[in-house]
Structure formats: structure tokens, C-alpha cells
């Protein structure tokens, strides 16, 4: 206590002091020097981005795009975020709608500075990435979650509880479906009841949509802007690291009513001035071409997950529901807790990489999750290590 006390005479605000690291880079930056890890902990493709997506950019660069770009974005890639999400959902968004940003997460935090105020109150579902809550911390902002719950035909969301969790302070409701780390999806009927509730109550609702793509059973999940107008207290980030294998870019977007373009144009100039030219290039490309290697990708996700779900059905200590989308496998260690220990010690003992539930939420301390973004072979290799630590638990 007297140390931390020492170091915060230094004037540090007290929402940034006291903000821990994220328990997921805790666990990863323990591997340093550690040789033979077979990684799992964080949420991207295996894969390098779609050649055609680079040679885009190469291009860019060979004209000398290396200027500054609008802080909104170019128009020629709001453009075509407008027809992609047209297409796709059936909807009329316009460029003005459109906020083009430097990831989702840099998306997430440019609408939260926009929306919520100081000392309010956030209403967030978990499980879920432990950035969003983070987000509101960093803000001031009060954080209240709600929990889904596993039962044996998958995850499931109460919404009463949803709407009892909201008060007079409450600003806004952030949901992200398809969910990081469960792979449950809201369905439509959810999103009106929501969206429904949220119009009384004046509250925004901001829906991260960043797997979207990445469903099973569809071509693309349920999303927020198939039931909104544009007058509705609704945004809706998306981004391109997850669907075309652009984690490293930071590229991202925004879809929100077009009274919030100023002010979101305001906060990216404040923040960081825009994602580089040449990088929007290749985001205009990745949306006009990339549907093949979307379909391929999420072919090769279900096999591993099949992989995956097998080897869960003859581990007893595992609780598993089988996710809708996304790429995670969220599993419960029956009879276990300390997910962060427990990630640690499968590093250090057993060199697989992991993220520890309690990242997610403090409910979730007996949950690991495994990203199966990945091949065959490494998924069977890091599954064979997974059951030795079983067996040494057992």
C-alpha cells in the first residue's frame, strides 16, 4: 500500500491507477523467453491477410498515398462500407453514417467518450472482452454487467435482468454479439426488445459487432441496423481485423445516427487524426473481394471446432457449450477456480497459451478460453498438452 501510494504522488488520476492490465497480456507477457508455446490466448487467424488485400495497399504506397487522410475517412471507403452493409443486411445506410476509425477498439473508445459521461452508469453482458469495461473505467463511468447463462442448449441472455440493471443514471448498454469470449448471438427478436426498451428510456445502446461474419449456421449475424432508424440511439463498430485477417492494420469502423458524425470527427482528430491512406486502400478492397476467403476461413474454423468439441466430450472436468460465431471455444474447469493461476500454470508446465476467464468477467474465475483460429495439427498439439495438465488436476 505504501509503495502504490509512493508511486501515485506522481498525480496520476485515480481511474488510470487503479486500472489493472489486462489479465490475457499478463498471462502472454509471462511467456517471455519461453520456447515451444503453442498459442491460443489471443483472438486472430493464423493466417496472414488475403494477398490481394496487401497488393491494394502496395499500390497505395507506390503512389505516394502517405498523406494525411479526412478524419472521418476516405469517402470512397465510407462508400463502400455503405454498400457492403446495404448488401449484406438489406438496409440504406449512408456515408454519413459512417465513421471510418483506427480499429474497433479505437472505435469503441471515440464512442464512449462521445456518449457517456462521467460518473454515469455503463450496462454491459458478460462475458465478454475485457477492453469494454475497461473503456468506461477510463471514462469514469460506473459499470454494472449482466450475465449470460450456460445451460445445455447454449448460452442464453435474461433480458429482464438486462432491464433491471438500468436505473435513471444509466447511459448506455453495450452488447457485443456475436460474443467474445462465448460465441453466443442475440437474435433479432432480442435486438427490438432491446432497442425497444432502450427508446423509452433514452439510453444508447452500442452494439459490437466485430464477429459478425464469423457465423455458423448464416451468412452473417443478426445485426442492429437491420431494426433501427436513423434517429435511434444506436452504433453499431465493426472492424476488419476478424473477417479478413487484418488484426495487425488497426482498421475499423463506425455506423451511427448521422447527428453524431461531427462530434465523432471531432473526437478522431482529438485521438489520432485517422487511420493511414494506404490502409484504407486496402480496406475498400477487402470489402469488395473478400467474400471467398470469409466463407473459406469460417469452413476451416468449424472444422477445428468439431476438433475441439470432440476432445471436450471425453474430458469430464470440462463444461463446454458448443458457440454459434465467432472462434473461441469457452470452457468451465469443473470444481476449479483462479483461471489466471490456472493459465499460468498451463504456460509454464505445459507451454500452452490461454486466456484465463476471470479476463471476461469476474463470474467466469473457473473459465478458460482457446482461440481455434488455427490449424489442425497446432490444435491437436496444444489439445494433447491441455489433457496431461487435466490428468495432473484430476
Not at 125 to 134: G, K, M, R, T
Request: with cysteine.
Amino acid at each position: 500500500m505504501e509503495k502504490k501510494y509512493f508511486e501515485n504522488k506522481l498525480g496520476i488520476r485515480k481511474d488510470i491507477f487503479e486500472l489493472p492490465f489486462s489479465p490475457i497480456r499478463e498471462v502472454a507477457r509471462s511467456a517471455v523467453n519461453q520456447e515451444d508455446v503453442v498459442q491460443f490466448w489471443f483472438g486472430e487467424p493464423d493466417v496472414s491477410t488475403p494477398e490481394f488485400i496487401r497488393s491494394a495497399t502496395k499500390l497505395s504506397l507506390d503512389r505516394g498515398e502517405t498523406f494525411y487522410a479526412p478524419n472521418s475517412g476516405l469517402l470512397p471507403l465510407r462508400e463502400t462500407i455503405c454498400d457492403y452493409t446495404n448488401r449484406l443486411y438489406e438496409t440504406s445506410i449512408c456515408p454519413e453514417q459512417i465513421t471510418v476509425s483506427v480499429s474497433g477498439m479505437n472505435a469503441l473508445m471515440i464512442t464512449t467518450q462521445t456518449l457517456i459521461s462521467y460518473g454515469s452508469k455503463v450496462v454491459v453482458v458478460l462475458p465478454c472482452w475485457p477492453n469494454i469495461p475497461a473503456i468506461q473505467h477510463i471514462i469514469g463511468a460506473e459499470v454494472e454487467g449482466v450475465s449470460l447463462k450456460m445451460k445445455e442448449e447454449g448460452w442464453s441472455l435474461d433480458l429482464d435482468q438486462l432491464f433491471d440493471a438500468c436505473d435513471n443514471n444509466t447511459s448506455a448498454i453495450i452488447i457485443n454479439s456475436p460474443n467474445n469470449p462465448s460465441g453466443w448471438m442475440m437474435n433479432s427478436d432480442e435486438q427490438k426488445a432491446v432497442l425497444e426498451f432502450a427508446r423509452k428510456r433514452g439510453i444508447w445502446i452500442i452494439s459490437d459487432e466485430v464477429y459478425a461474419r464469423i457465423s455458423f449456421n448464416s451468412d452473417h449475424a443478426p445485426s442492429f441496423c437491420e431494426v433501427v432508424n436513423n434517429e435511434d440511439r444506436v452504433v453499431i463498430v465493426n472492424n476488419f481485423s476478424k473477417s479478413w485477417a487484418m488484426t495487425g492494420w488497426r482498421l475499423g469502423w463506425i455506423t451511427a445516427p448521422s447527428k453524431l458524425e461531427t462530434h465523432l470527427e471531432k473526437l478522431t482528430e482529438y485521438n489520432v487524426a485517422g487511420p493511414p491512406t494506404f490502409i484504407q486502400q486496402g480496406g475498400i478492397i477487402a470489402l469488395k473481394e473478400g467474400e471467398t476467403f470469409i466463407r473459406e476461413n469460417n469452413k476451416r474454423y468449424l472444422k477445428a471446432l468439431s476438433v475441439f468439441k470432440d476432445w471436450t466430450d471425453s474430458q469430464e472436468r470440462i463444461e463446454f457449450c458448443v458457440p454459434e460465431a465467432a472462434f473461441y471455444a469457452f470452457f468451465n474447469i469443473i470444481d476449479c477456480n483462479d483461471s489466471l493461476s490456472m493459465a499460468k500454470n498451463i504456460l509454464k508446465n505445459y507451454g500452452v497459451g490461454l486466456a484465463p476467464g476471470c479476463a471476461f468477467g469476474p463470474q467466469f474465475d473457473s473459465y478458460l478460453r482457446l482461440c481455434y483460429a488455427t490449424s489442425i495439427p497446432k490444435l491437436e498439439r496444444g489439445l494433447e498438452r491441455l489433457e496431461k495438465w487435466l490428468q495432473s488436476i484430476t
